[in-house]
């Protein structure tokens, strides 16, 4: 359609239907001709109804901030030989866990490729429309001791960390929380309890968490509110790193 004069791609634009002007202009008078008038609008809001979606995606997953923003479930190597269960992982792959507000640990050796896992599995929950985010524990301890200096700083922070439907903490526990730390967890995950899904990326299998923890009240506090509804998952002792290096 090429006929769309001036003003009303303007208030197209003005509206938000850029996608709907842009799928109005790019369809093809030759392929569509004989076509109704209803037939070719339903062709025309498909075609900007799928690049609006495709735009909303690729946003979810920019602001996710993946360590591997390529990761993908359906491309995962060694997957017999490090034990993993593809029906598992296909069924993680549907987020059915996330409406079930089910937690996830990827539990392995250093180098058998958990935070591939948890940044695939964050990008498939994008892809499914879940606001989903990515983040080191590392950085996250850092980001709370700079918002624990700011006015306000530490209901923010855990604000936004309680809000998205899906987390990936990777490399927890890496290092010991101290009290500041395991207060902001114990809070955070009794926000997140019932309401929202969170990955767990370790080395560390559970029984080492608690003494992890401090092996006090809040040990036992942020256990309770993890160990009763997640799916553990074992990556093996495989060393991805080292495959993938070989395989180039």
């Known amino acids: 359609m090429n006929s769309i004069d001036i003003e009303t791609k303007r208030k197209l634009r003005e509206m938000g239907a850029a996608a709907l002007l842009d799928a109005l202009e790019a369809q093809n008078e030759t392929l569509t001709l004989g076509l109704g008038f209803d037939e070719r609008i339903r062709l025309v809001v498909d075609e900007a109804h799928s690049a609006f979606t495709h735009s909303k995606v690729e946003g979810l997953i920019r602001r996710a901030g993946l360590r591997y923003p390529t990761a993908d479930l359906r491309r995962l190597d060694l997957v017999e030989e490090r034990g993993l269960d593809r029906g598992l992982i296909a069924q993680l792959g549907t987020c059915s866990f996330v409406d079930r507000q089910q937690n996830v640990v990827f539990?392995?050796?250093?180098?058998?490729?958990?935070?591939?896992?948890?940044?695939?599995?964050?990008?498939?929950a994008c892809q499914h429309r879940i606001r989903a985010h990515y983040i080191r524990m590392p950085d996250l301890e850092e980001a709370w001791a700079l918002a624990r200096d700011k006015p306000q700083g530490q209901t923010k922070f855990l604000n936004k960390y309680a809000a998205f439907t899906l987390l990936v903490i990777d490399e927890w526990l890496l290092d010991h929380p101290d009290e500041s730390m395991r207060s902001m967890l114990l809070e955070l995950l009794e926000r997140r309890y019932d309401t929202a899904s969170t990955v767990f990326c370790t080395q560390y299998a559970k029984k080492d968490w608690h003494q992890r923890l401090g092996s006090g009240v809040h040990a036992d506090a942020i256990m309770d509110r993890i160990v009763h509804n997640t799916i553990w998952i074992d990556t093996g002792n495989q060393n991805m790193r080292q495959h993938a290096t070989k395989s180039r």
């Open 107 to 124: 539990q392995g050796f250093t180098g058998s490729g958990k935070s591939y896992l948890g940044c695939a599995l964050a990008k498939q």
